[in-house]
């Protein structure tokens, strides 16, 4: 049974800070891994999707990678800013529908 | 992306009643997926609903407590029947990927049970 797993649960840091949110999983027969933003209260807005043949995506100061044989991803964040707190979730996708870890739940401090 | 409306966005519900949650999808999709989220906890699946066809319900999940109708390509709705408190959560359907845009997900709606 797949299991996702999201270091750290919570994290805090000041404006303008890089930062990387880790992901592991344990069945590495993945199709997908996609990272996730929820505000408090909220639905979810996909951030990156990376495919199983895919090393890594990126969308402005977002980047993921993902190796899928040692079942891990990361999202970096650069520059980070007060806009960027929410939770992030992290969910994979293989012979059955998504499976999510329990977020890391960010605040930016101004 | 598929774009998914999703209603009613919240609601607080007496318990011992029911409240039917529906999903709009703006494209024909094959499967659409429901979910829990448990105050303070990650998202679960309920069920998988494919059109024409019984749902399929996850270990824990109930049709009884969980009906799910899927009548066309476009729409499905999930009942949560016979409320408790412990039914408080966020509700969320989604859709299965498409291409490049992954899973899309509704808005959510936020159940409370008094």
């Known amino acids: 049974k797949q299991e996702v797993t999201q270091i750290p649960a919570a994290l805090s840091v000041p404006e303008g800070e890089n930062l990387v949110l880790n992901c592991s999983f344990t069945?590495?027969?993945?199709?997908?891994l996609q990272w996730f933003r929820q505000d408090p209260g909220k639905g979810l807005t996909s951030l990156l999707l990376?495919?199983?043949?895919?090393r890594e995506q990126t969308s402005g100061r977002l980047n993921a990678s993902l190796d899928k044989s040692s079942g891990r991803s990361t999202l970096y964040i650069a520059a980070s800013q007060p806009g960027d707190s929410a939770t992030y979730l992290c969910?994979?996708?293989?012979?059955?529908?998504?499976?999510f870890g329990k977020g890391t739940r960010l605040s930016v401090i101004a | 992306s598929a774009v998914i409306s999703q209603k009613p966005s919240r609601d607080i519900c007496q318990r011992g009643t029911s409240l039917t949650i529906q999903c709009q999808v703006d494209?024909?999709?094959?499967?659409m997926f429901w979910y829990r989220q448990q105050p303070g906890q990650s998202l679960t699946l309920i069920a998988t609903?494919?059109?024409?066809?019984?749902?399929?319900?996850e270990s824990g999940f109930v049709i009884d407590k969980f009906p799910i109708s899927r009548p066309n390509l476009t729409f499905s709705t999930l009942t949560v029947s016979n409320m408790s408190p412990e039914d408080s959560s966020i509700y969320l359907c989604?859709?299965?990927?498409?291409?490049?845009?992954?899973?899309?997900f509704g808005s959510g709606t936020r159940l409370t049970v008094v």
């Open positions: 989604s859709v299965a990927p498409q291409g490049v845009y992954g899973y899309t």
């Open positions: 069945d590495s027969a993945i199709y997908n």
């Open positions: 990376i495919q199983s043949s895919q």
């Open positions: 969910a994979v996708s293989g012979n059955t529908p998504l499976v």
């Open positions: 494209s024909q999709v094959t499967m």
């Open positions: 609903a494919n059109q024409g066809s019984e749902a399929t319900y």
